[in-house]
């Protein structure tokens, strides 16, 4: 299920918590904010580098219409087409912004895929090691 | 009638286009910044990942509305939806860069329909260093059937920047009186 890797990391293992709570979800990215992917899973195949990229675009602009409407500074992206979703939540990591995606099916239900992305997030947070720099 | 022109800034990581717009915008530029992990490609600590935003009121009721493109290639869809309805470009390129004609390239292609309008200028970074001439870019640009203008610029100053968009200007309202008088 996950890519080649020697050793899972503790976001592979938040990535498989995810996908063992819903089975309603397809793929999940961990990218840095800048868009380079660090992690996946997918029960298929997904263009993990590309989406990191739109993850981080995405997620860059919903922040910045948030901001521009006082709204906060960090925040999610929901988007619901015709066969599935696509959910992008901010990982507040200090030193280097982590962004999760994760593409549900059409049939999973919108409440339990925030709930599980954002204990994903938890997760990944609480297993992040600081990495001392402030964005 | 007063217009709205669209009008986008690409180029490189670094070639300064978060910097142009925020030297001539009316009001504090719209951001998507992120922190830059790409140390190896560029040693600033933020980067564009979806796109800057501002914009520049013209006398008589004409509105600039500038769109700042993401440098890296990863993020080429934000190219393409911000390229709808644009009326041209300005490439900034980095002179400092290893191979800054190359780079011209990506961003020619990448905005083609613009380029080939003639409805694109080039603003040259660190013009005096590297050693790739004013004149180099522009007989690149001959060759490959562009009349864009070459100009050296530093960014961070404002009549730079607005130099350039004058520049733009003139391409584009040349463009649009060349159609005009053709239609039969």
Same mark, same amino acid.
């Given at each position: 299920?996950?890519?080649?890797?020697?050793?899972?990391?503790?976001?592979?293992?938040?990535?498989?918590?995810?996908?063992?709570?819903?089975?309603?979800?397809?793929?999940?990215?961990?990218?840095?904010?800048?868009?380079?992917?660090?992690?996946?899973?997918?029960?298929?195949?997904?263009?993990?580098?590309?989406?990191?990229?739109?993850?981080?675009?995405?997620?860059?602009?919903?922040?910045?219409?948030?901001?521009?409407?006082?709204?906060?500074?960090?925040?999610?992206?929901?988007?619901?087409?015709?066969?599935?979703?696509?959910?992008?939540?901010?990982?507040?990591?200090?030193?280097?912004?982590?962004?999760?995606?994760?593409?549900?099916?059409?049939?999973?239900?919108?409440?339990?895929?925030?709930?599980?992305?954002?204990?994903?997030?938890?997760?990944?947070?609480?297993?992040?090691?600081?990495?001392?720099?402030?964005? | 009638?007063?217009?709205?022109?669209?009008?986008?800034?690409?180029?490189?990581?670094?070639?300064?286009?978060?910097?142009?717009?925020?030297?001539?915008?009316?009001?504090? $530029?719209? &951001?998507?910044?992120?922190?830059?992990?790409?140390?190896?490609?560029? *040693?600033?600590?933020? @980067? =564009?990942?979806?796109? !800057?935003?501002?914009?520049?009121?013209?006398?008589?009721?004409?509105?600039?509305?500038?769109?700042?493109?993401?440098?890296?290639?990863?993020?080429?869809?934000?190219?393409?939806?911000?390229?709808?309805?644009?009326?041209?470009?300005?490439?900034?390129?980095?002179?400092?860069?290893?191979?800054?004609?190359?780079?011209?390239?990506?961003?020619?292609?990448?905005?083609? $329909?613009? &380029?080939?309008?003639?409805?694109?200028?080039?603003?040259?970074?660190? *013009?005096?260093?590297? @050693? =790739?001439?004013?004149? !180099?870019?522009?007989?690149?640009?001959?060759?490959?059937?562009?009349?864009?203008?070459?100009?050296?610029?530093?960014?961070?100053?404002?009549?730079?920047?607005?130099?350039?968009?004058?520049?733009?200007?003139?391409?584009?309202?040349?463009?649009?009186?060349?159609?005009?008088?053709?239609?039969?």
């Amino acid at each position: 299920m996950f890519a080649d890797t020697p050793m899972p990391t503790p976001y592979d293992s938040a990535l498989q918590s995810l996908f063992n709570q819903l089975p309603d979800i397809h793929s999940a990215v961990l990218a840095r904010s800048d868009g380079f992917e660090i992690a996946q899973a997918t029960r298929g195949t997904v263009a993990a580098a590309r989406l990191a990229a739109l993850a981080s675009s995405m997620l860059a602009l919903g922040t910045a219409a948030l901001r521009e409407l006082g709204l906060g500074s960090s925040g999610s992206v929901l988007i619901e087409g015709q066969r599935g979703k696509l959910l992008l939540l901010d990982v507040p990591v200090d030193g280097q912004p982590l962004v999760l995606a994760v593409v549900g099916s059409d049939s999973v239900i919108t409440g339990s895929l925030l709930w599980v992305a954002r204990d994903c997030v938890r997760q990944i947070v609480e297993t992040t090691p600081n990495q001392g720099i402030t964005s | 009638m007063s217009r709205e022109y669209k009008l986008l800034f690409a180029g490189p990581m670094g070639a300064g286009k978060t910097t142009a717009i925020g030297a001539i915008s009316d009001h504090a $530029p719209i &951001a998507t910044e992120a922190l830059n992990s790409d140390l190896a490609q560029h *040693s600033k600590t933020h @980067t =564009t990942v979806g796109f !800057d935003y501002g914009e520049v009121a013209l006398d008589g009721g004409d509105r600039l509305r500038l769109y700042g493109m993401p440098g890296q290639s990863r993020f080429d869809f934000v190219w393409k939806v911000a390229s709808e309805g644009a009326l041209g470009v300005v490439l900034l390129a980095d002179n400092t860069r290893p191979d800054p004609l190359a780079d011209l390239a990506v961003y020619v292609e990448a905005f083609r $329909p613009l &380029a080939d309008a003639d409805a694109m200028v080039i603003g040259i970074g660190r *013009s005096q260093q590297g @050693t =790739t001439s004013i004149d !180099d870019y522009a007989h690149w640009l001959s060759e490959r059937g562009h009349a864009a203008p070459v100009f050296s610029v530093d960014v961070r100053r404002r009549d730079d920047v607005l130099l350039l968009l004058e520049a733009l200007l003139s391409q584009i309202e040349t463009r649009e009186l060349f159609a005009t008088s053709s239609q039969p």
